[in-house]
């Protein structure tokens, strides 16, 4: 019989995907089949599934820590920041159109039935769904129409363990103010709760862990310290995206406004011979940086505009002069050429902008958008390569024919002249050990690196954590049979 159980926040990034994560692969271990779940996600760092659509790159974390295959019924709904106030909205996988923020509040009820139909899925091949909320069930103002949270608790009917940040401060009110101010129905969903990221000795917080227990009524699942390898897992929030010293090379990643999978600079963050520079806004790419990678974007037009505002064009342009590599990928493998074409405005406002120039090709945005999973080699010396495309355009010019990936039979990319300046369309292709490698002798970086394999005992070493600081016996005896899922 399938059980579940729903993990919420106290806020935004108080480390619910990280612990879902470790749970999914800690009760995997156990001999439980898992599937993880979001009912509604926002970000622009999207994974593509074994089945062909976009979730978010937590779901596809966790579903690699429950040992079974990524899926679009794991994250049904998922929204892609565009603008300040609107955003692409993926409904199972697939683009169903944009929305404004104020019209998607009015609409996203109509959008539980779906959330429902893939967690029903979901149910149908699983011991235990572990489901993760989205932000804070505090957010009262939210509440109406709500599907991330106790709405969609409610609808399934699902228990819900609440977690707190210890390290931003005030966890006794986050927890204890939450309960304040839900309403009765949603109250009774809540069995427990945990707090999160404590550094320093965990005794030192048991009068505050018991003052929170008799404040509410819950018990408390545990203390749970901070996890020193979280920064070796994938991040999905931008928020997660942080600068990493390492060794002498360095790569210069300039911060875009829209930046979009950027799982990319992951396995190169575990490099020990690299330093990543994350440059935020207002500060200029450095002047010592050996390679400057342009990230993907969910608005390439608007980034470029944004990277010319920052003055970092200039930079790049110097940073060129002086011998520098420059790798563009996806969104910024458009923004390298001589110009982008959006005539049917599918990227924002219609029209033709200049691009960088430092690549001759020209890019169209017009056709269906890929999603899709991609076997590649790298050329000439035939690295294998796993990487996906996620994108929407074409890009084509004399440069291409400097193809330096094979993808599927046909060539991918482009390059200049001296091989200085690359772009492509394939996301993801650092994660292959042989490739990075070659690309990084290149630099004059060695490395030994198994990549992969450093993700998945990082996970086994999340599962071991929780095992020690959680009653994961006691999480596991409040998970539910939910209401839903049971009609397939």
Not at 53 to 70: C, F, K, S
Not at 247 to 272: H, I, S, T, W, Y
Request: aromatic share 6%.
């Amino acid at each position: 019989m399938v059980r579940s159980i729903m993990i919420q926040g106290t806020g935004s990034n108080v480390g619910k995907s990280v612990l879902v994560a470790g749970l999914a692969r800690a009760y995997t271990r156990r001999g439980l089949r898992v599937a993880p779940f979001k009912p509604q996600n926002m970000s622009n760092n999207a994974a593509v599934t074994e089945n062909g659509g976009e979730i978010g790159r937590a779901q596809a974390l966790q579903a690699r820590a429950a040992m079974r295959p990524t899926h679009t019924d794991m994250n049904p709904i998922l929204l892609k920041p565009e603008t300040d106030t609107g955003a692409q909205i993926i409904v199972q996988g697939q683009r169903a159109g944009t929305m404004k923020a104020g019209d998607y509040r009015k609409h996203k009820s109509k959008l539980l039935g779906a959330a429902l139909d893939s967690f029903d899925r979901l149910c149908a091949d699983a011991d235990l769904v572990l489901i993760e909320g989205a932000g804070s069930p505090a957010e009262t103002n939210l509440r109406q129409g709500d599907i991330a949270n106790m709405g969609f608790a409610c609808a399934a009917g699902v228990p819900v363990v609440l977690v707190g940040d210890i390290h931003r401060g005030g966890v006794i009110a986050q927890l204890v103010g939450t309960q304040a101010v839900l309403d009765p129905d949603d109250l009774a969903t809540i069995r427990g709760f945990a707090v999160n990221r404590f550094k320093g000795d965990v005794s030192l917080f048991d009068e505050g862990r018991d003052d929170i227990a008799a404040r509410t009524g819950w018990p408390c699942l545990g203390v749970v310290p901070w996890f020193n390898d979280a920064w070796r897992l994938p991040a999905e929030d931008m928020m997660d995206i942080r600068s990493h010293a390492g060794g002498a090379c360095k790569v210069a990643v300039p911060q875009l406004e829209r930046m979009a999978n950027f799982d990319d600079l992951d396995p190169l963050a575990a490099e020990p011979g690299l330093t990543v520079e994350v440059i935020p806004a207002g500060r200029p790419l450095p002047g010592d940086a050996d390679l400057v990678l342009l990230p993907g974007s969910k608005s390439t037009i608007g980034d470029l505009a944004y990277f010319r505002a920052q003055g970092w064009d200039i930079d790049l342009y110097a940073h060129v002069r002086r011998g520098g590599h420059v790798l563009g990928l996806c969104g910024g493998y458009q923004m390298l050429g001589r110009t982008i074409a959006d005539p049917d405005g599918v990227d924002g406002r219609p029209g033709t902008v200049n691009g960088l120039g430092l690549l001759d090709v020209e890019t169209v945005m017009a056709g269906q958008k890929q999603v899709t999973l991609r076997a590649a080699k790298a050329l000439p010396g035939g690295e294998p390569v796993a990487g996906y495309e996620i994108h929407m355009g074409r890009t084509e010019g004399p440069d291409c024919a400097r193809a330096w990936l094979e993808v599927e039979g046909r060539p991918e990319g482009a390059a200049s002249a001296d091989g200085r300046i690359r772009g492509s369309y394939l996301h993801g292709l650092f994660a292959s050990d042989a490739f990075r490698t070659s690309y990084l002798a290149g630099l004059g970086v060695a490395s030994d690196v198994a990549y992969e394999d450093g993700v998945d005992r990082t996970l086994d070493a999340l599962a071991d954590h929780l095992e020690q600081h959680m009653d994961l016996d006691l999480l596991l005896s409040l998970a539910e049979k939910p209401k839903s899922g049971t009609r397939m």
